[in-house]
């Protein structure tokens, strides 16, 4: 995986491209001996400065670079080069212009990171000059241990002539390039619809414009793969220059809210994490009082689960960071050791020394602009030689998870396009809740009840589903019928399956299918649906099962519970012909004075298997209680999920084989906790590091503190 297994990557992006001259002749120096005495292990380079060491077509001046590899290896600093990509030089778009990106809002201008067209001829051409350049010149170097393909490469909602010459011609191999072939598009589609029927392919029109959500979802997943063979083409580059030992990785990002929220709309991360060796993240984050961990696990858990619970780097997160992000004290350590938590091999910032000019000037490093150690800088220096000291302890720690969360690129664009609040597309009922906002709702009381997961995506066989003993599927609205089969025969194969709203409604084509909702599934649980609506003053009534947890003190606490059904709301009725013998449980049923029926039903399936399923959006801690209640019915609740709601619970097998437990504590109060298992401090938060803590201790978590417990 890396040269260094044994180890924890610690480190920065660093550019000395950036550094005034008013900063000093010995800043480069001054910067290598603070990462030394911070504990740093690596620095990342090179992105983003392809018109500096590029200046011209054929010219190639590697003066930074080289000043920063050999300054990185005179402090025994590991080096990861970025390929320059995705931020393209003037000269390039000066003399092709064509290379820029076409959306649907218009031509991009020049300036703005991003903002070109993958798929050009001229960009392709200059790129690969550049990264061929790039690699011959950095590769045999001995202290350069992986290479970075690009930067959080998306399609950039670019949609030039070329790239829909591209699609069309993509369409002709799937559907056929006769008219037959246009007569399978046009009826999967729909295209019928207010004339959109497209009657030779040289009629085809410019999708920008389209009003066919199936047509859109098309090109966006064929945006998606160009993306995928995008950063492959970059992997087939670097390999004829790279050793064995380096690397391959890229920094995958998720949707943006102002920090790193959902899955990424824009590509398909189980799909385009074949191009590289290491999976790599950059995960933002709200800090200060809004610091939670949520993020954090939830971008972990994915990019754990993109190379099958391998370890995975954070090549990018905040050190002080935007507005609002300043750590307070203890923060960063535990920001750092929430990835290592989540199974990271190590953790990198974005980025060393705050710049001085140009657009992230704000977006501050590690240091601020006068370079001096300040105490965000003193925080990393003891993670640095924490990490150090005890890295037999923290490396290689891997996860076998019992629970996982289905995720989908399809059904997030089928959402954008039949909202859940209006039903047509979501930039025109302005905003509202979109698919990932469910993902997070279903994601989010998992992991306050302390429940790792897995993701997986919606083509995963039925094999890997069943290493779960829960599989829980957000609104999966477009899904082909292989998914539908995989989750029937999870479900009745003894595994407990989760559904919610608006999962199974539309084929791989979001072609709505012709039976009740959700398709395929709806004849395991006994009920269907064919009528929704919005849950205004609509009230839930739990019942059986979930009314016996929901009493329960020791599982749910004392605080009285919101029962508001929310956002969107099925109405579910009997089907005529259910398959099977088991009785509908029903969990929770709807209070109004016109809509009425199960709210929240499961069924069982033979011995143990299960489906369960919300036909409404409830409140966080009524979702932890339907969890709970699936939990409980096979015997699944034990001490983590007993801590939930206290402490932050994240566990794993370390490199060297033990139990290692992370106890997070995401509050500026301090937390005492009763020890559920025996292990040693390996952090020395309750006694001297190394020292024995006996299951029962009691133990006080510090404000924003951790414990590390190796059994």
Request: hydrophobic share 40%; glycine share 10%.
């Amino acid at each position: 995986m890396t040269q260094h297994s044994g180890r924890l990557i610690f480190g920065a992006a660093y550019y000395d491209e950036y550094t005034p001259a008013a900063a000093g002749p010995d800043r480069l120096e001054r910067d290598m001996q603070m990462m030394v005495d911070a504990g740093f292990t690596t620095i990342r380079i090179a992105e983003f400065t392809w018109g500096t060491w590029n200046p011209a077509p054929g010219v190639f001046d590697f003066t930074h670079i080289d000043r920063a590899l050999d300054a990185a290896a005179a402090h025994g600093l590991d080096v990861i080069i970025g390929t320059p990509t995705a931020a393209i030089p003037t000269w390039l778009a000066s003399r092709h212009p064509e290379v820029l990106g076409v959306t649907a809002a218009g031509p991009n201008k020049y300036g703005p990171r991003q903002n070109m067209n993958i798929l050009a001829p001229a960009y392709r051409l200059y790129a690969e000059a550049a990264i061929r350049a790039l690699a011959e010149h950095t590769a045999p170097r001995a202290h350069v241990v992986g290479f970075q393909l690009d930067n959080e490469t998306k399609y950039y909602d670019a949609a030039n002539a070329d790239i829909q010459r591209a699609f069309v011609d993509s369409l002709k191999q799937r559907f056929g390039a006769g008219q037959e072939g246009l007569n399978a598009l046009n009826s999967a589609f729909g295209l019928n619809y207010w004339s959109n029927r497209v009657g030779a392919w040289e009629d085809f029109p410019d999708v920008t414009g389209t009003i066919n959500g199936s047509l859109a979802a098309a090109f966006d997943a064929f945006r998606r793969r160009l993306v995928t063979d995008f950063l492959a083409w970059q992997r087939a580059i670097v390999d004829e220059y790279r050793r064995e030992d380096q690397f391959v990785t890229h920094n995958f990002d998720y949707e943006w809210r102002g920090y790193s929220f959902g899955i990424q709309p824009a590509v398909d991360h189980f799909q385009a994490a074949d191009a590289v060796t290491l999976a790599g993240v950059d995960i933002y984050h709200p800090g200060e009082d809004h610091l939670t961990g949520k993020e954090i696990a939830f971008g972990g858990d994915i990019s754990r689960s993109l190379k099958d619970g391998a370890p995975y780097l954070v090549l990018e997160t905040q050190a002080q960071g935007q507005m609002g992000w300043l750590p307070y004290p203890g923060q960063l350590r535990l920001q750092a050791y929430s990835h290592l938590a989540s199974g990271a091999c190590g953790v990198m910032y974005w980025h060393w020394g705050s710049i001085h000019n140009s657009f992230e000037t704000y977006w501050k490093g590690l240091l601020s602009q006068d370079y001096s150690p300040n105490p965000t800088y003193r925080e990393a220096c003891v993670i640095g030689r924490e990490l150090k000291e005890h890295a037999a302890s923290l490396a290689g720690l891997s996860k076998r998870n019992t629970a996982a969360i289905m995720v989908s690129n399809e059904a997030c664009t089928a959402l954008e396009w039949f909202s859940l609040e209006a039903g047509f597309p979501r930039r025109l009922a302005g905003g509202g809740a979109g698919y990932n906002d469910v993902v997070r709702w279903v994601y989010d009381a998992l992991f306050d009840l302390n429940i790792e997961v897995d993701v997986v995506p919606a083509d995963a066989p039925l094999e890997r589903l069943q290493r779960y003993d829960l599989l829980v599927v957000p609104a999966l609205y477009s899904a082909p019928q292989s998914t539908i089969d995989a989750l029937r025969a999870y479900a009745t194969g003894g595994g407990s399956l989760i559904t919610t709203f608006r999962t199974a409604v539309a084929d791989e084509n979001v072609q709505v299918w012709s039976d009740r909702q959700p398709h395929g599934l709806s004849g395991l649980l006994g009920l269907g649906t064919d009528q929704f609506t919005r849950p205004e003053g609509v009230r839930l009534a739990p019942t059986g099962a979930l009314a016996r947890v929901l009493d329960s003190p020791v599982l749910t606490g004392t605080e009285p519970v919101d029962l508001d059904a929310r956002v969107f709301m099925e109405l579910l009725t009997p089907i005529e012909a259910p398959e099977g013998t088991g009785q509908v449980e029903v969990l929770a049923t709807y209070e109004h004075h016109a809509w009425s029926g199960p709210a929240i039903a499961r069924r069982r399936l033979g011995e143990s298997g299960s489906v369960t399923h919300l036909a409404t959006w409830t409140s966080p801690e009524l979702l932890r209680a339907v969890v709970l209640t699936v939990l409980d019915e096979r015997g699944l609740i034990g001490w983590p999920e007993m801590l939930g709601g206290t402490i932050t619970v994240r566990r794993g097998t370390n490199g060297r084989g033990r139990q290692l437990g992370y106890f997070l504590n995401y509050s500026h109060d301090a937390v005492e906790i009763a020890l559920p298992v025996s292990g040693d401090d390996v952090l020395g938060t309750a006694a001297a590091p190394g020292a024995r803590l006996e299951a029962g201790t009691t133990v006080t978590l510090p404000a924003w503190g951790v414990l590390v417990v190796e059994a």
